[in-house]
């Protein structure tokens, strides 16, 4: 079974940046998407990319700062977070969608990472 496994996540102050990387243990020919979660809250969408990279969609809240990219070669996508706030405060999943364009909802992804957390400090 395909296996999702982010790094990256950390500590970092507020008007920072940081990447997150999402290597997957098989070949990727589906869109791949970052969701973010935080206590008490839904798992909600961040940003996603389709199959071959060509198309791209993010979250009002994070565009214009947040870069997602692929490279299927290495069977990874990345998350470049930039201008971060107290608001981006989160733990951040990756996802394998089961289509190959992009959508948005958490149903429409089949396999999930373990979360890596980030936290904006001010």
């Known amino acids: 079974q395909m296996q999702l496994v982010e790094s990256g996540g950390g500590l970092v102050q507020a008007g920072g940046s940081l990447r997150l990387s999402c290597a997957a243990s098989g070949r990727t020919f589906s869109t791949m998407g970052w969701f973010r979660q935080t206590p008490g809250k839904e798992r909600v969408f961040v940003a996603a990319?389709?199959?071959?990279?060509?198309?791209?969609d993010y979250a009002r809240s994070v565009k214009g700062r947040f870069t997602i990219s692929r490279d299927n070669a290495k069977n990874t996508v990345y998350l470049q977070m930039t201008s971060l706030n107290s608001e981006d405060t989160a733990v951040y999943y990756c996802a394998l969608g089961k289509y190959g364009s992009i959508r948005y909802a958490r149903n429409d992804y089949d396999y999930w990472g373990q979360g890596t957390q980030v936290t904006v400090s001010s």
């Open positions: 990319i389709s199959w071959n990279g060509g198309t791209t």
